[in-house]
Each structure stands twice: as structure tokens, then as C-alpha cells.
């Protein structure tokens, strides 16, 4: 099994500890910085203002959001891999609804999760977030050196995690340092934030998923509203939805067991299905 992983904008940010628990369960994962991210090519482009208000921007992006799906599947091209099981978080569920919507012969199965429906529009998908966390998100500032930087990435876990969770430095440490070691602190990029989550999406209604789709959404999400879920959940035909027990937007070390273990438990009922009594392809879904 494989599982092309397009979840946070950039590679660093996806926890080593998730990636043992993914290879524990079979799979072989892969990671990449998205464009605008991580050690991917920044954009030259005007101002593009808060994250959030791109979302209403009217002027041309500098992208459109088909390149960062597309960008997807040239990982897989690069990697050998003719289809793989997606599983995006937040900003990547949307990359990974859109593969599969654009590029459905690359696809598997398909797991969005903590992410708005893809093809919600912008005031759609304004109705899913909650207002305080992305008002106390635009309100941090820190100095930019190694303490700084490890502090506000400390602030913005805190307020992305699980409200009662206590998150300390020792929860964002791995991620912060592998970014410096490469001269990044990426999380301090509104900017490209602001044109990876503005880039317009004309490629298609979630109504033509056919991959096998599972939602997953934390019960403690600060950020977005379950209604993003099982709106997502409504378009795709026959996806099911999973609230996941405790967790928040940022799933800390105590979930990535219980995600690994979604993801196997869809991949297998995915290739039961996909295979009849006779031992011949069958086209039947869930």
C-alpha cells in the first residue's frame, strides 16, 4: 500500500511519530512541500493581505488552485506511483479532494481531514471557520530569532490544538527545528498562506469523487466547525464521516495512533470491496 501524504503546506510540519505509526500500518508515505511552502519556490506577487480575507479576493491569483493539485500528482509521477491512497489535513484535504475530483485514476482511497469542502466558494466556506482563533492567530507577534520563532510556533499550536490540551514546547520542538536547519520558519509566512488559500478552483463539483472517501474531523477542532465534515461528507457519494474523539485542528502525539489506524482500517475495506468473490476487479463501493 501507499499513501501520498498532502497534508500541511510543508513537510516539516507532519510529525515524524505520525509517519512511524502510517509505516507500522503498511504504508509507504510521502511527504512534499507544497508551492509557497517549505523548500518548494516562493511566488513573486503583490501583497496578497490576511489569510483569511483571500479568500474574498476578487484580483487574479497567482496561482490557481489546479496547479497545487496538479503539483500533487507530479509528486507521484516523480515517485513512480500510479495511484496511491491520499490523506490530506487542513489545507492538504483540500488538495486531496481536488486529485481526486481532477486526476481520479491516481486515486485509491481519499481522507480529508480538519479541511473545508473544496468546492464551498469563499463565503461558503467563511461560514465554517470560527472567528475567535483566526483573530487571536492575527494578533501573534514574536521577535524573528530561534526563541522567538520556537514561541510563536508554541502560540500557534496552542490555539490550533484541542482546547484542554496543554501544548508546551516539546510538542512543536521537531518541527521548528527541522525548518531552521534549512534556514525556513515558514509558519511566519502569512503571505504565502494568503495565495495558497485564495487560489480559485474551477476544476468541479465534490459530487464527482468516486474514490472510496473517508472524512475525518476532531470533535475538539478550534478552527473549523464540524459542519465543514458533514457538509463534505453530503457531497461525496458515499463518503463517511468520522469524528475523531479529543482531537483538535493540530493533532498532537496522543492521535496520530488513532488516525493511522482510520486510515489503515479504510485502505483494507477499500481492497475487500474493490475485489469480488471470484477474485475478479469489481467496481462496487461501500
Avoid: C
Avoid at 489535513?89 to 469542502?117: E, N, Y
Avoid at 464527482?208 to 457538509?231: F, K, M, N, Q, Y
Amino acid at each position: 500500500m501507499r499513501d501520498g501524504a498532502a497534508g500541511w503546506s510543508a513537510r516539516f510540519w507532519w510529525p515524524d511519530g505520525l509517519v512511524r505509526e502510517l509505516v507500522a500500518r503498511g504504508f509507504h508515505v510521502a511527504a512534499y512541500d507544497q508551492r509557497d511552502a517549505g523548500e518548494s519556490g516562493r511566488v513573486t506577487a503583490p501583497p496578497a493581505g490576511h489569510p483569511v480575507t483571500a479568500l474574498l479576493r476578487r484580483t487574479a491569483p497567482a496561482y490557481r488552485a489546479e496547479d497545487l493539485t496538479d503539483d500533487a500528482v507530479a509528486v507521484l509521477d516523480a515517485l513512480g506511483w500510479p495511484r496511491a491512497h491520499l490523506f490530506g489535513h487542513s489545507l492538504g484535504g483540500l488538495v486531496a479532494q481536488r486529485v481526486a475530483v481532477r486526476h481520479p485514476q491516481r486515486v485509491l482511497t481519499l481522507t480529508s481531514s480538519a479541511a473545508m469542502p473544496s468546492d464551498a466558494g469563499a463565503l461558503g466556506a467563511l461560514r465554517h471557520v470560527r472567528p475567535g482563533p483566526v483573530l487571536r492567530l492575527a494578533r501573534l507577534h514574536h521577535p524573528e530569532t530561534p526563541e522567538g520563532n520556537l514561541a510563536l510556533a508554541v502560540a500557534l499550536a496552542r490555539i490550533l490544538a484541542a482546547p484542554e490540551r496543554a501544548v508546551g514546547p516539546d510538542d512543536v520542538r521537531e518541527f521548528v527545528e527541522r525548518e531552521a536547519a534549512r534556514g525556513l520558519a515558514g509558519f511566519r509566512d502569512a503571505q504565502a498562506q494568503s495565495r495558497q488559500i485564495g487560489a480559485k478552483w474551477s476544476g468541479g463539483p465534490l459530487a464527482r469523487i468516486a474514490a472510496p472517501t473517508l472524512v475525518l474531523h476532531g470533535e475538539r477542532d478550534p478552527l473549523l466547525r464540524p459542519s465543514a465534515a458533514r457538509t463534505l461528507t453530503a457531497a461525496v457519494p458515499g463518503a463517511r464521516l468520522r469524528i475523531m474523539p479529543g482531537a483538535g485542528h493540530l493533532l498532537t502525539r496522543e492521535h496520530w495512533a488513532p488516525y493511522a489506524d482510520e486510515l489503515r482500517a479504510h485502505a483494507t475495506r477499500r481492497s475487500v470491496s474493490a475485489v469480488s468473490p471470484a477474485g475478479g476487479a469489481a467496481a462496487r463501493r461501500e
